[in-house]
């Protein structure tokens, strides 16, 4: 089973890393985080450009997480600063993404918390 | 001013000096199309116009074609045979030239005017490409009954595009006509399922969602991706 992981991982991160050609696979207490550098993406019809980190599995109460570098004003709810692969991010109340879900349709589904 | 001995397969490669002279012992080249020859083979503009029975040379504009781009030549310009570049020639009669680029090379030509099949024959652009003329956000294909109209201000701008391009849909390839698709039309052509967003990465690199009713034009390596609707605020 570890070794399916392991290539679901890499299957999964090649995939986002075709999306995002910057994307870095770090671990968090052993598990795979996704550091998207400089991710760019609409929210409310405007441009964002920033780090964003996700993390596909379960962290903080929630099934998986995107973490975003800045709070963005006037979308998402309940914004909360968390400190993960040492650093701090901010990220709004959205739950119920499924882990199972490939890396990109994941990141996508988080997004719309800010569309 | 002193005369330039020109030739030139395009502005930016070297002439090489690869023409020589026919059997008659003479340099030719052709202008519209028509074999003209010289016992000189540095001809001066007017006197390949004056052979080509341009005449008078001055009431004619003499066009250069080159590999990639096309000048015009001065009357008193002098032309070298003996170099690649000099093989053909247009007259046109005239005192105005016309300028456009294609792929980023420069076309100077002796009519307002270029039908969409001879502007293909000019530029020596494929059956499997098409023509596309530059414009703020809706650049025009142009068919091939459509005529190039050079006559505007300014210099128009014009490139080159596979009919069938390759678009990525959750990274795999798929080979479709290149053209403008509504947001519908990409949903059925992706299978994307009823109520998912179809989200593409636009010409700023952002992650954008396509509204419903809106249109796209679909360009070489575009990247698609599809939202599931899921995920709530709790």
Redesign the interface.
Known sequence: MRGLFVSDAANNFA?IA??HPEAVLLKEGGQPVILLPA????AGDQ?HVMDLLLVPFAHSG?ITRLFFERKIEDR???WNQHRVVERNWWA???????EA??W??ML??????V? | MENVITGGASHNTQPQASRGAGLDGQFFTLVNGTKVSFKDPTPKGDHILDKAGAKPAGDYVLIQLLRHGSRSVGLDETVDLRMEGTEEFRAFKGDRIFRFTLNGHSYEWGVNAIPEPELRLLCHVHSDEALVVERDGTDIDLGPNDVLDLDKAGTEHLYTEKRLITVFFENDPREIPRGTYSTQQLKQLFAVQEGYVLEYINNEGHLMPLKPEGKLRVKDGMKFFEQVPCGGSS
């Open positions: 995939s075709a999306m991710f760019r993406f609409m441009p929630y998402g709810a309940n709004p109340s959205w739950n119920h993404v499924p879900m490939p990109t349709k996508s589904a988080h997004l719309r918390a569309t």
